[in-house]
């Protein structure tokens, strides 16, 4: 079976995660952003990258497990029936290797002669909110014929307040942030996560949903849908819905507050 960029940067994100699970017990590290929203979410859309929080292990000895998964040919042999033949490993002479952030980019080079760049990044500033460990969803690993994984995510409640905390701090509004808004929306309520943020972050979040134009949702969510996905969400009508919908539900999250 043939692999698209995207799947295959999924597939090497999925059997890290299931290797550094093995090296890691799970109550040290948690899985945030998009790849949390796909695995456990339901979200139809794809990450280049992985971030994790990370706690209670020494800079330099995840240094030293990361590169060793990275590293190990049993672990490169593993992704070779999907299409990757090799991996170029990270420059770790200049990666980010800080007490607050350890960052590893990695290419993927495959048998199309495609070279897919990818990052794994692990912030160290402590955990935001509740992480368990869960199985990733068996829709995400069918497809890829793998067996069952798991690994330690934040709760929906706790990806909720992450995603509202993003809208109403980043220096620049992401569209996806709100696209992924909406789709943690459909499955919690404003009142997961209305006590956990002050009023005025939640409102700061509702001003900032339109800042976002129609051709930034274009580049950073609908180009990373399959085609099937891109085809239903990629008009501006759509757009403006999900806008709509997120601040409907930020308008419930600040009644809740109230």
């Known amino acids: 079976m043939t692999y698209d960029s995207f799947q295959l940067r999924e597939i090497f ?60 040919r049993a672990f490169q042999n593993e992704l070779k029936p999907f299409g990757i033949e090799r991996l170029a490993l990270p420059e770790m002479a200049k990666a980010k290797q800080t007490e607050t952030t350890q960052r590893f980019k990695v290419h993927l080079l495959t048998g199309a002669g495609e070279d897919l760049f990818s990052k794994i990044e692990f912030s160290r500033r402590g955990f935001k909110g ?37 809208l109403a701090t980043r220096s620049e509004t992401q569209a996806r942030d709100i696209f992924d808004l909406h789709a943690l929306s459909t499955l919690g309520h404003g009142k997961d996560v209305s006590p956990l943020l002050p009023a005025s972050r939640i409102e700061t979040a509702r001003e900032r949903l339109f800042e976002v134009g129609y051709r930034q949702y274009l580049d950073t969510v609908v180009a990373y849908l ?9 008009s501006p009508e759509i757009w403006d819905e999900t806008r709509l919908r997120v601040a409907r539900f930020l308008e419930e999250v600040e009644k809740k507050h109230a």
């Open 13 to 72: 994100h999925l059997e890290f995660l299931r290797r550094l699970g093995m090296k890691l017990p799970a109550r040290t590290f948690a899985l945030k952003g998009g790849a949390n929203m796909r695995f456990f979410f339901g979200s139809p859309r794809f990450s280049e990258d992985i971030d994790l929080d990370v706690v209670h292990v020494e800079v330099s000895a995840l240094k030293e497990v990361v590169m060793k998964i990275l590293e190990t």
């Open 130 to 166: 509740r992480a368990r460990p869960e199985f990733v969803s068996e829709t995400v690993l069918r497809g890829y014929g793998m067996s069952p994984l798991i690994v330690p995510h934040y709760d929906l409640a706790s990806a909720i307040l992450q995603k509202i905390e993003a």
């Open 226 to 234: 399959n085609p099937e996905d891109r085809a239903i969400r990629a």
